[in-house]
């Protein structure tokens, strides 16, 4: 029996009126397990990484832009319409955007189309566990007999990389009898499997150039790419049908599983896995809680170590992978706020396995190879979400045995000294870094130039430190009654908390210091950095001193979006992060908005506040902004990594960002 195109748990947009620009402003998602994914606007392609399917083959890295679009006609006697929007170097063209009526998203992105011809639902699917992609096509309504041809474009790429010319790589396919087989000497043991039942296939290799991807023009990169087709897919139409055209990525010893591939019993595997995601996450018949919850698990992956699937948390589609600093940023709002504790038990043992030096690693290789260890407070922030998962799962039997040990090896090793000179200082602070490092997470550099140098003891650092101190000294003396790890901890952490207020604090400025340099210097830049001395469940501040610290966050650095990395009055403030890449990363930090920062800075706002009615309406005004951004721009049930710092407060940066849906989940959480 055929499934119905859509399921309760869908959201839908009107689009009628859209203009062409907002219409390409807005973009579509689709994710699997093996970090592989499908996105777009709503009228094509603006972005190198835009593509119907990018594979994952050794999941979650390696990724493979394999499909970049179909070009879909229509065509009716006279009567020829292109489906498809494309622009070229030098030309826009498609008739897409002047049909399109509306867009929906539940388990796959359904567009509805009404054309004189016939009213068209397009629909399309990401497999959850393996690389294949299915395009549904459903005519209702046929007025008179019709050609519905279907062109693929393919890529077969490096997602990051750009086709320039038919000399970066030579493409074949061969017709099988699984469907058409289609591969690149640039891509090794995988193949392209393209086939449609309901189709016959013309042959008709080809070169298409000048394909342009407007937003890859505006960040300096390169733009212009040459995508490759077969030929042409057919049906011939003269009553109502559903078309379906598949796309797979995989080797030749998968290629017969690949073909025979069910969208009915994919589709309805798709919705049985939502229905039980959302029936364990606590959504409670809220709508938006729900879409939340389903937007966490777009960024939920697994990545194989030791030969065993392990969870991990993908940072950001369309360009990251999984990086320990947003990873465990995320972890508390995309896992343990939804109930799925054993997923974040897997998370938190997949990047305690890669432990080095009491590090763990800031991110894994974009290609597999061996993982980056140059930050300071990734280790901090597993950690933190270490003991958030111990607090509510009171699983003290596992977290001893494989969570504990990483924390006191992290916890040992920064307090005697690792990698980057990181060490306790005789104050019980935590300092670490040079000239030439950039350990936090304002690391934006480019050219050798280290645009925010935070080098010494941050802000943000130490409290996290003195968070992580607190945490272990609550468990030794609460879980495990080991009087000498309890003092041990109570000692340091009381150091720490004297030392933090008369380093960081100045009563006649009425802030943190944002760094304290080796040399004693301190930066007074009002940047959000200190709101985590206040919204981390353990704070070395009194009350009132924290009231402070969120009145001047609010005043200076709030926006509708998340809070500025740097105040308006400041000399080096940007405005806007745009063009080139110096260009972008000198502004990424001073002044950007930054969406995952609105979490913790609600939390602050709660917690100075004893968690008061008044203070919880003040909070459900401040996300309201966000909360529209997730439901109607930008990506469609996401959110984006950063906006400019200036009004109107464009989204840019990846465009949909793990720690940013992590904070609005956990901030809407919070005001309900």
């Known amino acids: 029996m055929a499934v119905k195109d859509k399921c309760n748990d869908a959201h839908s947009i009107e689009l009628s009126r859209h203009t062409l620009d907002q219409l390409r402003s807005k973009e579509w998602l689709l994710t699997n397990s093996r970090g ?44 020829n319409i292109t489906l498809t929007n494309i622009e070229f170097a030098r030309a826009f063209t498609g008739d897409g955007h002047r049909f399109l009526k509306s867009f929906t998203k539940d388990v796959g992105v359904h567009f509805e189309y009404n054309i004189k011809l016939a009213k068209l639902t397009k629909s399309i699917y990401l497999l959850p566990e393996i690389d294949a992609v299915a395009i549904r096509y459903k005519f209702r309504e046929v007025v008179k007999p019709l050609e519905f041809a279907i062109c693929p474009l393919v890529g077969l790429r490096d997602f990051h990389s750009l086709n320039s010319s038919p000399q970066d790589c030579e493409i074949f396919s061969s017709w099988q009898d699984e469907g058409l087989v289609v591969s690149s000497d640039k891509i090794h043991g995988k193949e392209l499997l393209l086939r449609s039942e309901d189709m016959w296939f013309e042959s ?27 030929g042409v897919f057919k049906r011939e139409i003269d009553f109502d049908c559903e078309i379906v055209f598949w796309a797979s990525v995989g080797d030749v010893c998968n290629r017969k599983e690949l073909s025979t591939l069910d969208l009915d019993i994919s589709v309805t595997d798709l919705k049985l896995r939502q229905k039980e995601m959302l029936k364990n996450s606590q959504a409670s018949g809220d709508k938006i809680l729900g879409l939340l919850n389903i937007a966490a698990e777009e960024f939920i992956i697994e990545r194989e170590i030791d030969n065993k699937k392990r969870k991990s948390i993908l940072a950001g589609y369309p360009w990251f992978l999984d990086w320990g600093r947003d990873t465990f940023i995320s972890l508390p709002g995309l896992l343990l706020e939804r109930g799925k504790f054993e997923d974040a038990y897997s998370v938190l043992e997949t990047f305690a396995q890669a432990v080095s030096e009491g590090m763990i690693p800031n991110r894994f290789d974009d290609f597999g190879g061996k993982p980056h260890y140059n930050s300071i407070d990734a280790s901090l922030w597993f950690i933190d979400a270490g003991f958030k998962y111990h607090h509510l799962t009171r699983d003290t039997k596992r ?45 934006a550099k480019c050219d050798g130039v280290t645009f925010t140098p935070r080098y010494g003891k941050a802000v943000e650092i130490n409290a996290l430190w003195y ?16 009087i000498n790890a309890h003092k041990k901890f109570k000692d340091m952490a009381d150091l720490v908390e004297e030392s933090f207020l008369s380093n960081f604090w100045d009563e006649g400025i009425g802030y943190l210091a944002d760094c304290i340099f080796p040399d004693g210097r301190k930066d007074f830049s009002i940047r959000p950095n200190q709101i985590f001395a206040v919204s981390l469940p353990f704070s070395p501040l009194p009350t009132h001193i924290q009231l402070e610290i969120v009145n001047v966050v609010k005043n200076e650095l709030l926006t509708p979006y998340g809070l500025r990395s740097l105040a308006q009055s400041d000399k080096n403030y940007r405005t806007s992060y745009s063009g080139s890449q110096f260009q972008r990363d000198s502004a990424y930090h001073q002044g950007t908005v930054w969406a995952y920062l609105i979490g913790p800075f609600i939390e602050a706002l709660l917690r100075s506040n004893n968690f008061s009615t008044q203070s919880k309406v003040c909070a459900k005004e401040i996300i309201a902004p966000l909360l529209k951004h997730f439901l109607e721009d930008g990506c469609i049930t996401s959110v984006s990594e950063i906006f400019d710092a200036d009004e109107p407060h464009k989204p840019r940066g990846c465009f949909a960002q793990a720690w940013s849906v992590a904070a609005l989940l956990q901030a809407y959480k919070l005001t309900r």
């Not at 008709?204 to 077969?230: I, M, N, V």
């Not at 920064?414 to 602070?429: A, E, M, P, V, W």
């Open 36 to 79: 592989s994914f499908a996105s777009s606007t709503f009228a094509g392609n603006t972005r190198r990484y835009h593509s119907l399917l990018t594979a994952s083959t050794t999941p979650p890295a390696n990724r493979v832009l394999a499909l970049s679009n179909v070009v879909e006609t229509i065509s009716s006697g006279d009567e």
């Open 467 to 482: 968070n992580g101190l607190c945490c272990c000294n609550e468990f030794y003396s609460s879980y495990d009654t080991n």
């Open 204 to 230: 008709g290799e080809d070169w298409w150039y000048d394909f342009h991807y407007c937003l890859d023009a505006k960040r300096g990169q390169d733009s212009c790419e040459a995508l490759w087709t077969p």
């Open 399 to 443: 977290f001893k045995a494989n969570i504990l040990p990483c924390i006191l090896e992290i916890i040992d090793s920064y307090k005697n000294g690792t990698r980057f000179g990181i060490h306790c200082d005789s104050d019980g602070l935590l300092m670490g870094g040079s000239q030439k490092t950039q350990l936090t997470w304002m690391d």
